[in-house]
């Protein structure tokens, strides 16, 4: 086994070219790599990691090595730099291994099997395609070479972690066990004093960010959400904007220095809802410093927007005092290489995320810039009734594409109105029941054709959950309830919760497959009062869970139809299906009785 060294990992935080995007600002080009003189005695024979890679491994008595990197990652850069073109190295792995490299951010086949082993990933199979080797960040030649030896002699296959589960046999009892050591693993796994979380990475995950920001008054959580929004200025970029990925070494300080624009989005998004609910300015404004980062150089001339910028401005070298520097010193020595691939689940990410901003800043150019890549992503990535990921790779569809185009769309539609956006939404989801069930609860990460089988992914399958059961109520569908209701308690089970860390966008699944939920009604009497307040306050709302409806003389449905005819002004509602609230006449009653009862139910 490969020794782990825990600060050589890129990590993928969650839910995956070449070029360069050029800046707004002329720059000046990064000083080139030297390049040494044959490509035989740089690097392996990369080959891809495709369909037939194992027939070929048979074929020439070989084992399969894969190299899962990124472009933006230090330690990918330093492990190729190193221990790839060190020529014993080479020559070992080109007699005994067929060696594949892949992008794991164009592969979601790859990534989503394998994030939890960060980047870059060395995975090691047979020529039958069992798994004899998984291992995490950087490893030196001199580690290396004798672990491929060894392997080469004794073969070994690795134990699957796989869990196959009936989802019909669970039972309240078990499920309730096993929501008890989710809602135990979280608290536990969170440092109150220093924000974020108690091990070696600081950075703020969402769906711990959201969990606990909807139960801050009844579980006192109000402390550690104040102290990761304040403290993620250590990772915040103060000189170009925007958030960098994570810092190590249990503190703030220890910058690692790529940027990932699905973080972007997560971050906007946490600042946001965190400027809603507490009034702060300071973290508007930096979602807002996000959004000017992500125009400036991630920003493509299509609609949508470039995946990543890479964390070192000489690839393999350290960047800390390149980022120490103003904007104006960064500019003159160049900026670092920007991987200009528009992948579809990152994408959706920013466009809900620019919807929000939208609503909580009230500038009308975020909604714009939103809209314009959803139509964009629309138009470009849609094949038949499925989302693919980017414009290269087309063998697979991903599950975490289409759940996160769907959620995306029903945002546009909250923020517009519009059916379009409803409609294609409803259509994403009614082909991921159809073609992404396994039959075992979990849904697949993704379906195609892949040299590897497609398995699940704990965090795809809570967010399929809980778009599913959302869509369940949006579309009238019993069948996305019992897709979700399926999801949910495969993810309980106790086999499947002994493989996790900490998950508490189970806990929200559970909170909210157990309820409807509230959704808010303009009826439109005569005029436009009270829209222009109503669409933000409905859109900004820190809280996933919540539907909101425009009704006139025209689209009121029966059941409201009483209440509609009962006032001759416009006013607002928030209803269930067995209860609908006072009407209210005015934007801040409104708007106070919203973050009342949504938010203060728990």
């Not at 796989?162 to 309240?172: A, G, I």
């Amino acid at each position: 086994m490969f020794k782990q060294v825990l600060i050589g990992i890129c990590f993928l935080i969650t839910i995956p070219f070449f070029g360069q995007k050029k800046s707004a600002t002329p720059v000046k080009k990064s000083a080139a790599v030297p390049t040494k003189t044959t490509v035989a005695q740089t690097k392996p024979n990369w080959q891809h990691f495709d369909a037939d890679i194992f027939t070929r491994a048979k074929k020439e008595n070989k084992l399969v090595l894969l190299h899962l990197r990124a472009n933006w990652c230090h330690w990918c850069h330093v492990m190729e730099e190193k221990t790839y073109a060190d020529k014993k190295v080479i020559a070992y792995l080109n007699k005994n291994y067929i060696a594949c490299t892949e992008d794991h951010d164009e592969r979601q086949d790859l990534t989503s099997l394998y994030n939890d082993y960060g980047w870059p990933a060395t995975i090691i199979f047979d020529s039958n395609g069992n798994e004899l080797l998984k291992e995490p960040g950087y490893i030196s030649a001199e580690e290396f070479l004798p672990s491929l030896m060894k392997l080469r002699k004794n073969p070994k296959k690795m134990e699957s972690d796989f869990v196959s589960t009936d989802p019909r046999s669970q039972n309240e009892t078990a499920i309730k066990a096993s929501l008890q050591t989710v809602n135990d693993r979280f608290r536990n796994s969170l440092d109150f004093q220093g924000g974020g979380f108690v091990f070696g990475q600081k950075y703020i995950e969402f769906d711990t960010f959201e969990y606990a920001l909807s139960h801050f008054r009844s579980d006192s959580l109000s402390q550690w959400i104040r102290n990761s929004i304040v403290n993620s200025a250590g990772i915040y970029d103060k000189a170009w904007g925007g958030v960098f990925q994570y810092s190590t070494h249990n503190d703030w300080d220890h910058v690692h220095y790529e940027k990932l624009l699905f973080i972007q989005a997560r971050y906007m998004k946490m600042y946001c809802w965190y400027f809603k609910l507490f009034g702060d300015s300071s973290a508007l404004k930096q979602a807002e410093g996000i959004a000017k980062y992500v125009d400036r150089f991630l920003k493509a001339p299509n609609g949508g927007y470039y995946n990543a910028q890479d964390a070192d401005l000489i690839k393999g070298e350290k960047s800390h005092e390149y980022f120490a520097l103003s904007d104006a010193e960064r500019i003159k020595k160049g900026i670092p290489d920007i991987d200009s691939n528009v992948y579809t689940s990152d994408n959706a990410q920013y466009c809900e995320a620019l919807t929000i901003l939208w609503a909580a800043s009230g500038k009308e150019k975020y909604l714009t810039a939103a809209l314009n890549c959803t139509d964009f992503l629309m138009s470009t990535r849609k094949t038949n009734t499925a989302y693919m990921h980017g414009s290269k790779y087309a063998s697979t569809v991903s599950l975490k594409d289409n759940i996160w185009m769907a959620q995306n769309l029903l945002m546009q539609y909250r923020a517009t109105q519009k059916e379009v956006y409803k409609n294609e939404a409803g259509k994403i989801l009614q082909n991921v029941i159809n073609t992404f069930p396994s039959g075992q609860g979990y849904f697949y990460t993704y379906v195609g054709k892949s040299a590897i089988k497609s398995s699940y992914n704990i965090s795809e399958n809570i967010q399929a959950c809980r778009v599913l059961n959302y869509a369940s109520h949006v579309f009238s569908n019993p069948d996305h309830k019992t897709k979700a209701t399926e999801i949910f308690n495969f993810l309980t089970n106790e086999k499947v919760i002994d493989n996790m860390s900490t998950e508490p966008g189970i806990l929200s699944a559970s909170e909210e497959i157990k309820t409807e939920p509230i959704t808010a009604a303009l009826m439109i009497k005569k005029g436009e009062a009270l829209r222009s307040d109503y669409i933000p306050s409905c859109v900004s709302i820190p809280h996933f869970y919540f539907n909101a409806a425009i009704y006139n003389k025209e689209t009121v449905i029966a059941d409201k139809k009483d209440l509609f005819d009962s006032f001759d002004e416009n006013f607002t509602v928030l209803c269930t299906s067995s209860y609908c609230s006072s009407p209210m006449f005015n934007s801040k009653d409104f708007l106070d009785f919203l973050y009342k009862r949504v938010l203060d139910a728990k």
